[in-house]
Structure formats: structure tokens, C-alpha cells
């Protein structure tokens, strides 16, 4: 059950680099330091949108719209944050 547990932990810390990447990215192309016509900024950026969009799009439908500020990837954090409290706190049911 330990390997469970470290499985879940280890899942979590990619989530979370995945969206803190994300997040950097945008503002990237955002301040046009990085420009999505080049092929692998692309791949990546679509990629990393592939990935999270099923994880951000329950959580815009209910963030009230913000105009052009989006909080989806904040409560993300938060949440993945939160499984992982949660997950410390009950790691001796895992042993």
C-alpha cells in the first residue's frame, strides 16, 4: 500500500509542475517572449492545454467570468495542494 501511496503523491507532483508550467507559458507567450509559430513552443503549449483542460474547464464553469483573468489554474493549485494535506494526514492508512 506504500507504493500506492507514493504512486499518488508522485502523480500530484507532476500535476502540479504540469500546471506551473502552464502558468509561466502563458505569460510567456503572453509578453510575446515566446511566439507560437514556432513548432515546438506549439507542441508544448498544445500539449500542456490537452492535458489540463479536462482538469480546468469544471472549475470555469464555476468561476463567475472574471474578464480575461483566469483563475482556473490558481484553484488547481490549490486543490492539488489540498489532495495532498489530505493524503500526508492519512499516510498511515496507506501503511
Same mark, same amino acid.
Given at each position: ?39 515546438? +513552443? @506549439?507542441? *508544448?503549449?498544445?500539449?500542456?492545454? $490537452? %492535458?489540463?483542460?479536462?482538469?480546468? /474547464? ?16 490558481? +484553484? @488547481?493549485? *490549490?486543490?492539488?495542494?489540498?489532495? $495532498? %494535506?489530505?493524503?500526508?494526514?492519512? /499516510?498511515?492508512?496507506?501503511?
Amino acid at each position: 500500500m506504500q507504493s500506492l501511496f507514493q504512486i499518488l503523491m508522485l502523480l500530484l507532483d507532476v500535476l502540479w509542475f504540469f500546471i506551473i508550467a502552464h502558468v509561466i507559458m502563458s505569460w510567456l507567450i503572453n509578453f510575446q517572449v515566446l511566439n507560437l509559430h514556432q513548432q515546438f +513552443v @506549439a507542441q *508544448i503549449w498544445y500539449g500542456l492545454n $490537452r %492535458i489540463l483542460e479536462p482538469i480546468y /474547464a469544471p472549475i470555469r464553469r464555476i468561476l463567475p467570468p472574471m474578464s480575461g483573468i483566469d483563475l482556473a489554474p490558481l +484553484v @488547481a493549485l *490549490i486543490a492539488v495542494y489540498a489532495v $495532498r %494535506i489530505i493524503l500526508m494526514n492519512n /499516510a498511515a492508512a496507506f501503511y
